[in-house]
């Protein structure tokens, strides 16, 4: 069953910190070098320096490494109380409110404490905890070695639960028109946070999610190492069956169904392959699909948002090596009669060999660029041969000025696809999917106690 409760969450101390925008920022791995500075220098508060500090900082206050530094840094926030204990018991939530497409959307959630079950490091384990993505084992590392230290979530994970009996919209009703505990504009969401301390109404959403199946939306990694973590801290203990803070994950949960749920496809761009597989790509590609020429990159998208349910499609833009023109947008369209069954030829049911992400990694760039298809799941191949990337206008760029050979643009994955091939414990390849918009780190803060950490 899925399990969650309340918790005396850590949230900024509003008298101590100049507006909570100043202090919140992205997921870790959605902020790149500059952002990170970008975000350091809006205040000496902002949880970035928690989540993705630097060497610099570290050797500049004396300390051994990066996450002893972020240790520092959360214990001398807390005895300073910028960061302060919440005084009750409590769920959050969560509504943020952004414009994709032109659309004005809302999407609502949820942030409680969910207890772990092995589902993150088994794909066969049955559980009700369902991951949907690969992972990469640098950020695990990293990530592993930060909770070592902090002894914190200091960001939820973000998880889907086909909401029946309307928990999210019941507790949306009750609260969304009272004077929200946080209210934030950030990158152009706005982001607003309310306490729910009704225990009648923490049973009842309880309850209701005791029956549901969760599954992992973005913090595979934050996931995983969450249950590595427990499982170093029941070895250190001793005691495998005492229940410890660490069983519980920080979570926001939000509705498989809702509206407000918007799926970005990420793009994937292709580099270090010999120019010959390059140049025999296209003939190579009239063999499994039918290829139509798109003028731009705008008529492309076109050409992709008409794809019909379950048919596969993929975008390309190829330069023909020495030419100072721009490149060719080609719309690929996985011709009818294709037994995929015999072309990828991986022990997994037909409903995950049907997924435009893993045709592409098998099928293209696995038989037609002899990409070791094994290190599409791994760091190796992400460094040698893989890009990723939502920005299609400067993934394109990169094209034209030689940085990458090609470029693959996919469809977003349907959350109901999503779901079917997650709870039949298989995982799709990494960063086939990106949850907009993403959640904010800093808002609250999960610190297990003492006598549940290592010393």
């Known amino acids: 069953m899925a399990e969650i409760k309340p918790f005396k969450a850590v949230l900024y101390n509003q008298d101590k910190v100049n507006g909570t925008a100043k202090v919140v920022c992205p997921p870790y791995d959605v902020i790149n070098e500059k952002a990170r500075e970008n975000y350091a220098n809006l205040s000496p508060y ?9 060497k610099n900082e570290a050797e500049q206050a004396g300390c051994e490494s990066v996450y002893a530094f972020a240790k520092k840094q959360l214990d001398d926030w807390m005895e300073k109380e910028v960061l302060c204990h919440a005084k009750e018991e409590a769920i959050y939530l969560y509504e943020q409110e952004y414009v994709y497409l032109g659309e004005k959307k809302k999407r609502q959630g949820i942030i409680a404490l969910l207890k772990m079950d092995d589902g993150g490091n088994s794909s066969k384990t049955k559980s009700r905890i369902h991951a949907h993505e690969h992972t990469h084992l640098g950020p695990k590392e990293d990530r592993l070695q930060l909770i070592r230290q ?5 960001s939820p994970v973000f998880v889907l639960f086909p909401d029946k009996n309307h928990i999210i919209r019941r507790i949306t009703d ?3 028109h009272s004077q929200p505990l946080i209210d934030v504009k950030a990158d152009s969401v706005r982001h607003k946070l309310w306490r729910i301390t009704d225990n009648k109404l923490i049973n009842e959403v309880q309850r209701d999610l005791k029956t549901c199946d969760i599954f992992i939306a973005d913090g595979h990694h ?5 249950c590595n973590f427990r499982e170093e ?5 001793g005691n495998p069956d005492r229940e410890l803070d660490c069983d519980y994950l920080m979570t926001y949960l939000t509705d498989l169904n809702s509206r407000g749920l918007t799926i970005m496809p990420t793009h994937r761009l292709i580099k270090n392959v010999p120019p010959d597989l390059i140049n025999g790509l296209p003939g190579e590609l009239t063999k499994f699909f039918d290829l139509h020429r798109a003028k731009d990159r705008h008529d492309l998208f076109v050409m992709l948002g008409k794809a019909v349910k379950n048919e596969c499609v993929l975008g390309m833009y190829q330069k023909e090596a020495g030419h100072k023109k721009e490149g060719k947008f080609y ?12 072309v990828i030829d991986i022990d997994k049911p037909k409903e995950y060999k049907k997924l435009c992400v893993v045709i592409l990694n098998y099928l293209i760039l696995g038989k037609m660029l002899k990409i070791d298809v094994d290190l599409c799941n791994s760091d190796a191949s992400t460094v040698k041969h893989i890009s990723y990337t939502n920005d299609t206008e400067l993934a394109v760029k990169m094209v034209d000025r030689s940085e990458a050979q090609l ?5 977003p994955v349907n959350v109901e696809v999503l779901a079917h091939v997650a709870a039949q414990g298989e995982r799709m390849p990494p960063k086939s999917t990106f949850f907009y918009p993403k959640l904010l780190t800093g808002l609250v803060i999960n610190k297990f ?3 549940s950490g290592l010393a």
């Open 449 to 451: 106690s003492e006598e």
């Open 150 to 154: 902090v002894k914190a979530n200091l």
């Open 46 to 54: 902002n949880m970035v320096r928690l989540i993705l500090p630097t």
């Open 222 to 226: 934050r996931y995983e190492v969450a």
């Open 174 to 176: 009750k609260y969304v």
């Open 331 to 342: 719309l690929l369209r996985l011709k009818s009669g294709i037994n995929l069954d015999t």
């Open 233 to 237: 801290e029941r070895k250190a203990l």
């Open 407 to 411: 470029l693959f643009f996919l469809n």
